[in-house]
């Protein structure tokens, strides 16, 4: 069954930009619950990107992304989204949304969507 459902994903050029979504269908979310983006790069290990806390909407960057990368959320939607600007060659992942509830954990993984970078 799945629940947390990403959207978006695509290639794009150097410079470009892209917005990630993902839907949670369980129903079940918290104001304690953190959403959020990890990535995982061909031959790299999954790396955390950035999240939000489901109640406050506290955001929190990897130094890499910080200035480029924003994420938001729909609280009535039950939808978070990743909005991605001057994409440059390595930000080429395949982009997983995350539910749980500590900044750089995930409980719940969506199945994952690829960006690709590339002129």
């Known amino acids: 069954q799945v629940q947390l459902e990403e959207s978006g994903g695509g290639l794009v050029q150097p410079g470009d930009s892209l917005t990630l979504s993902c839907a949670d269908s369980?129903?079940?979310?918290?104001?304690?619950?953190?959403m959020g983006w990890f990535r995982q790069a061909p031959g790299k290990e999954r790396e955390f990107v950035a999240a939000?806390?489901?109640?406050?909407?506290?955001?929190y960057y990897a130094d890499s992304v910080k200035g480029r990368f924003t994420i938001s959320r729909d609280r009535a939607a039950n939808t978070w989204y990743l909005q991605m600007t001057n994409l440059i060659s390595e930000d080429t992942a395949v982009y997983y949304c995350?539910?749980?509830?500590?900044?750089?954990?995930?409980?719940?993984w969506g199945q994952g969507t690829q960006v690709t970078v590339s002129s």
């Open positions: 939000i806390r489901w109640g406050r909407g506290s955001t």
């Open positions: 369980s129903g079940l979310t918290f104001s304690s619950h953190v």
């Open positions: 995350t539910k749980g509830r500590q900044i750089g954990e995930a409980d719940r």
